[in-house]
C-alpha cells in the first residue's frame, strides 16, 4: 500500500463503485474485475467512503436509510459506527466522537493546509476491535491525533486532521440530524450562496465511465446556477427512497443524469446530483433530495451540450 495505512485506503474506495453494484441490473454492463474487487471491498464496510479528489468533498451512499419526520422533514440517522471483533462485520472506517457526534473519515486533500482551522482537541485513539460499546465515549476513536475546525464550514459539520506528510484528512458529521428545507444544508451547511467561484457539470455518462468530461459554464450558465441555488434553498427535503421510480428504474440513483460541481472560495468542489423529475443531492448525504420546479431545472440543462 505505499506506507499508507488501512484506513486511508479504505476511505480512498470509489462511491461509483457502489452505485455502478446498484445498477447493474439496469444498466446491462460487463464491469471489468477491477471494478468488481472496488464493490466487493466496499461492501465489506458498513460505510463505503469515497475519495476527495483534489479538493472535491463528495461522498458516498449510505447503507442507512433516511425516514419522513413527523414534522415533515427528513431524518437522518446517525451513522453506526463498531468496530467489536465479534459483531460479524468488517466495519473499518476511521471515526472519532466529538461533542457527542460521530465524524467519519471522507477523504483527504493534498497540500490543503489553508482550509485547517482552530485546534479543537485531540483524539485519543482508544476504540480498537476489542472495545466494548461502553468504550464508545467523547475523544475516543479508530484514529489518533489533533483535529481541526475546517475554514469555511461550521464545525459540527466538519472537522479534519493534519497528516504527517503535511496533507489534510476531513472528517463529516453526516447524520444524527433532521433536514427540513433545502437552505438548511446547501446554506447553513455548505454555504453555496456567494461562495461560489465557478461551476462545472459533468455527464452520467463520462461520470459512471470515469470519463472526467467536465465542462464548465459560461456567465448564462451560472446565472441559470444561482436561480436553481435559490429554488433549491426553498424547497422542502425530500427522502430519496420515497422518489416515485419510472420503468426499469430499480432505483433512485437511475434516475440520476448530471452532476455539478461547485469550486468554492475555500478550494473545495462540493458536488451535487441532478436527477430526472427535478431533484437534487448532496453526495454527502444521500438520503435527502429537493425536488425544484421543471422549467428552473430545464433552463440550466437545456445548456447542456
Not at 489534510?168 to 433532521?178: H, Q, V
Request: hydrophobic fraction near 40%; include cysteine; aromatic fraction near 12%.
Amino acid at each position: 500500500m505505499n506506507g499508507k495505512k488501512l484506513s486511508d485506503a479504505l476511505g480512498e474506495l470509489d462511491v461509483r463503485y457502489v452505485e455502478e453494484a446498484l445498477a447493474y441490473k439496469k444498466k446491462g454492463k460487463r464491469l471489468s474485475w477491477a471494478k468488481w474487487a472496488g464493490i466487493a471491498a466496499a461492501f465489506c464496510i458498513i460505510f463505503a467512503l469515497a475519495a476527495l479528489f483534489g479538493r472535491q468533498l463528495a461522498l458516498p451512499v449510505s447503507d442507512q436509510e433516511g425516514t419522513a419526520a413527523a414534522d415533515g422533514g427528513v431524518a437522518i440517522p446517525a451513522p453506526k459506527v463498531s468496530l467489536s471483533a465479534s459483531n460479524g462485520t468488517a466495519d473499518m472506517v476511521s471515526f472519532f466522537i466529538y461533542q457527542g457526534r460521530v465524524y467519519t473519515y471522507c477523504g483527504r486533500i493534498d497540500g490543503g493546509e489553508t482550509l485547517a482551522g482552530e485546534r479543537l482537541g485531540a483524539v485519543a485513539g482508544l476504540v480498537d476491535e476489542w472495545t466494548p460499546e461502553e468504550g464508545y465515549v467523547e475523544l475516543a476513536g479508530s484514529v489518533r491525533g489533533d483535529f481541526y475546525a475546517v475554514n469555511g464550514f461550521a464545525p459540527s459539520f466538519m472537522l479534519c486532521m493534519k497528516k504527517e506528510d503535511g496533507n489534510l484528512s476531513f472528517y463529516l458529521c453526516r447524520g444524527g440530524f433532521t433536514l427540513h428545507y433545502g437552505s438548511e444544508l446547501f446554506e447553513d451547511r455548505l454555504h453555496l450562496s456567494g461562495n461560489v467561484v465557478s461551476v462545472s457539470y459533468e455527464s452520467q455518462d463520462s461520470w459512471y465511465h470515469e470519463k472526467g468530461e467536465r465542462v464548465p459554464l459560461d456567465s448564462h450558465g451560472m446565472e441559470a446556477v444561482n436561480d436553481l441555488i435559490g429554488e433549491m434553498n426553498a424547497a422542502r427535503f425530500l427522502w430519496t427512497g420515497g422518489v416515485p421510480l419510472g420503468q426499469g428504474e430499480d432505483s433512485f440513483y437511475d434516475k440520476v443524469v448530471y452532476y455539478l460541481y461547485f469550486e468554492m472560495k475555500n478550494g473545495m468542489t462540493i458536488q451535487l446530483g441532478l436527477a430526472e423529475g427535478g431533484y437534487l443531492f448532496f453526495h454527502g448525504i444521500p438520503e435527502a433530495c429537493v425536488q425544484v420546479p421543471e422549467d428552473v431545472f430545464l433552463s440550466l440543462t437545456d445548456l447542456f451540450g
